[in-house]
Each structure stands twice: as C-alpha cells, then as structure tokens.
C-alpha cells in the first residue's frame, strides 16, 4: 500500500507473510505478517558529490517497484509497538532496498525504464548500479550498460516497446496467471507438428517502410495518419500496427494474379472507425484498390465515415453482421462486380478471424488477417463453399459459389468443441507469454490448415500461407495470417 506524506513523497508498506495461505487469512490476529516500511525519512540517502545529482527518493523508487512479481531484497531493523494492550507487533523499518528480479509487468518495467532513464518529468530519476539493472532484467553487465545509454537517448514510446519485449523474456511458469491445464497442455502437444509446418516468420516495424517497387506510396496532404503525442497509445501501438499491415497488404496486392489490369476489390472485416481501410485507401489509391468495409457497429461506421471524407478517399463502408454473406455482396457495387480479390483483417476478435478467413475461401481472394481476443464470438457461424460443389466446374469459375454452407468455427477448424475451448483458453493465459504465444501459434496455423483444405479443392489457384509475427511492443496479439495468390 502506497500513501503520500507531507512532503508529498510516498510511504510504501509492504507485508510479508510466511506463505499465501496466511496473505488470505481474515481477522485482527494474524501472527505471521510483518509490516515492511518504506519512509523516505529513513531511506533518504544524499548523493554523493560524484555522482549524478538524483530527483527521486529511494522510498518513492522502490515504493513502486515493490510489485506483484518483483523480488526486492530488503534491509532494515524492527520496533516493536508495546501498547500495553496484546502482544507486541514488531514493524520493519527499510534503510536499504535492492531489486532482484524486475516484475514481469510491462507498466512496472516502464516506470524502471523512466526512471533509469531520467527524460520523464513526471517520474523522476534515480541513479541505480548497473548490476542492479542487470539482475533485475536478467541480462549481463555489458547489456545493462548498453540498456542505460539506449533509454536516456530514446523517446517515450521506444522505451514502452522495449518494455513490452522485456515483459515477455522475464515471464515463466511463476509469472503466470490462471491455470495451465492437463487438456491445454494436450491440445498444444498434438499439434506440435503443425506449428513446424507453418513457422512463424518475423517482420520488424520501420517507421519509415521502404518502399516497395511496384506501387508508389501516396503521400498526399490531409491523408496521414493522425498525429499524437509521444507515448499515446495512438503512437505506440495503433499507429505502428496499421503501418505495418499496409505494408503486408502492398505485398499481397502486388502479388494478386489480377494486379494491374484492374483496381482490385478490398474487404476489410471488422474495421468500421476505418483506421486500416482509409490509410489503405489512401497510400495505395483507388486506381490499385477499391476499399470496402464491413462492421455491426454503426457508431464506429459513421466514424470511419467521416475520417475518409475528411482525408478524401474512396471507401464504401456497410453496417451488418459480417458473417452472413448478404451483407458482404450487398457491398460490392462497381461495375457488376460479385467478389473480393483481397480480405483484410486487423485485431478481428475471436472467431471473427475466422468468418474473415472464410470469407477469402468462398471468394477465392488473397488476405491479411491479425486475430485477437481469442475467446470472442464463438457463436459466429463460418461461410465456406459447399460441400456439394466441391466436384463441380463452379469452383473453377471467377464468381461466388451459388452453393455455400455455414459451419461452427471447430467444424471449420476440424476439431472438438472441447479442444477449441482449451486451445483458446490458453490463448489467453496471462503472464506467461511462452505458453500463450504457443497457443496462438497453434490456433493460427489450424485457420492455415482450414483455409489450404478448402483452396486445394481448386488447384487452378496457387494460394501461399504463411504466418508472420510483429514486435511485441505494438501489441501481444502480435501475429497475423497471411495469404498471397500467385
């Protein structure tokens, strides 16, 4: 517990218990906790005249970092409080804190990073040795010095990626939050060998993208992407992302059999605000792409609405649930055209990935899709082409199959209900992003599997699958399915 004192820097208290059993043990008698206090009165430590002039108190430094996860050693001497009254309660006074193991935690992990880093006025900085750093982050001496130098000479948002990747390679089986079950764990076992069929291939983020051949980026006034300030979540991540899969989807456009001999139809499932589908529109033009899209939520419609008209771009935007095909058709209103060439997706919740996916298989299109939330609408029902039709010449045609049929997403996947359920289960499993990571692995090379099941159907298209991941500090939900006709 944290408080304030009157020169407005915090008090910490911390207590230790012998095990968690007696942390949740009720009522005023409770013989095996020890009230740990951090004052800055008794931490308050001046700088030495050779060192760098520090801004914040240790009690207010180690006050924060004492977080779920963290390891702090702790040194100090007891008063016991006689009130005459009961026995003695004995309170330990802190003189001396060291961080051992940094909490996995990527906010904790920030506040260290600033901190070190002396650039956020808000915080502070305090002048920790350089094994401390590296105990605390689980690297060597020389990284650690190296850590130091890159954090005073980064910005905000670089440091709260660096955060996020040092999130992840300090968390393990004691990090994790939630159970890892016997039926997840078999789950993840028995498809060992189709996560080695699709790998994962990973992509690093360029703030300034080269430019890829074929298609000049436009760059055109008013059409950017929104400015922010330095450390918004705008700049961090969602900026970053959208950049990132443009570039993913440039490739797969350039690649589309039908590149250059007509604009190429786009459906972006999911992404009503428009944040993907008008930079899309926008850096690409509508003399390469037509950009449609499709959301349940109107509100979210009428924002990206206006966001296009403001950047003035071309998008047709519908409101409908994307999993029934009519409200996909119903948007395609150029020329008589009846399908899509390329489908795109960015963070589509659950089992909306999979409707997306679906989606691409019944138009015989290329797509991009980033998936999330993994436990989301597991009601959505999948389209895919008929089973009827499977040996008949519609499948060889350039139009939607007259037969489809919808199917549940563990029918579309070719599993058990129960084993979805533990497979995204651990998907979502918290501090242990080994085991999670595993598991959207295995759940995306299963939508990879499902979508090359019904394209082999039709060997007149030469559909490539492929699984990418981007840096972890965009987003945890980091991986993407990417599909390129050739």
């Known amino acids: 517990r944290r408080f304030n004192s009157d020169s407005m820097h915090s008090i910490a208290v911390l207590e230790l218990v012998d095990d968690l059993a007696s942390a949740n043990e009720s009522g005023s008698e409770q013989p095996n906790r020890l009230k740990c206090i951090l004052h800055p009165d008794f931490m308050n430590r001046e700088p030495d005249s050779t060192k760098e002039r520090v801004s914040m108190l240790p009690s207010d430094v180690y006050g924060h970092l004492a977080s779920k996860g963290s390891r702090i050693a702790l040194e100090g001497f007891c008063i016991y409080n006689n009130d005459g009254d009961g026995p003695q309660r004995p309170f330990f006074w802190v003189t001396e804190a060291r961080l051992q193991r940094s909490s996995w935690r990527p906010a904790v992990i920030r506040f ?46 670089e440091r709260q990626w660096r955060a996020a990747d040092l999130s992840r390679k300090l968390q393990d089986t004691n990090s994790r939050m939630g159970t890892f079950t016997n039926e997840m764990e078999q789950v993840l076992n028995n498809y060992s060998t189709l996560r080695e069929t699709y790998t994962l291939e990973h992509v690093e983020y360029n703030e300034s993208p080269a430019q890829l051949n074929t298609i000049p980026m436009r760059r055109r006034k008013g059409n950017d992407l929104r400015k922010s300030a330095e450390g918004s979540r705008w700049r961090r991540k969602k900026k970053p992302q959208v950049e990132w899969m443009v570039n993913q989807i440039k490739r797969v456009v350039e690649s589309h059999p039908e590149f250059g001999s007509r604009p190429l139809n786009i459906l ?61 058709s119903d948007l ?69 199959p007259d037969e489809i049929d919808t199917v549940r997403p563990s029918t579309w996947l070719g599993m058990e209900e129960d084993s979805l359920l533990a497979l995204t289960q651990a998907c979502e499993i918290q501090g242990d992003m080994n085991v999670a990571g595993e598991a959207i692995h295995t759940l995306c090379a299963l939508r990879a599997k499902a979508v090359m099941n019904q394209f082999r159907k039709n060997p007149s298209y030469n559909l490539n699958v492929g699984l990418k991941t981007f840096p972890i500090g965009l987003s945890t939900r980091n991986f993407c399915i990417v599909g390129e006709l050739k």
Do not use: W
């Open 332 to 400: 395609l209103q150029n020329g008589g055209e009846s399908m899509f060439d390329v489908v795109i997706a960015l963070h589509a919740c659950g089992a909306l990935s999979d409707v997306a996916l679906g989606h691409a298989v019944v138009n015989k299109a290329a797509f991009v899709i980033t998936p999330c939330c993994f436990r989301s609408n597991p009601d959505l029902m999948i389209t895919i082409p008929s089973t009827v039709s499977d040996n008949k010449d519609s499948l060889a045609t350039s139009s939607v």
């Open 112 to 157: 260290f990073l600033d901190v070190i880093s002396g650039k956020n006025n808000d915080i502070g900085k305090y002048k920790f040795d350089v094994e401390e750093i590296g105990d605390a982050l689980d690297m060597g001496h020389s990284e650690a010095i190296m850590l130091v130098e890159e954090c005073q000479s980064e910005g905000t948002t």
């Open 268 to 328: 972006d499932v999911g992404g009503g605000r428009g944040h993907l589908a008008n930079h899309v529109a926008s850096a690409l033009g509508n003399n390469i792409v037509n950009v449609h899209v499709i959301d349940i939520d109107d509100r979210a419609v009428k924002n990206g609405i206006t966001d296009a008209q403001r950047k003035d771009v071309k998008v047709t935007y519908g409101v409908g649930d994307a999993s029934r095909g009519s409200n996909i």
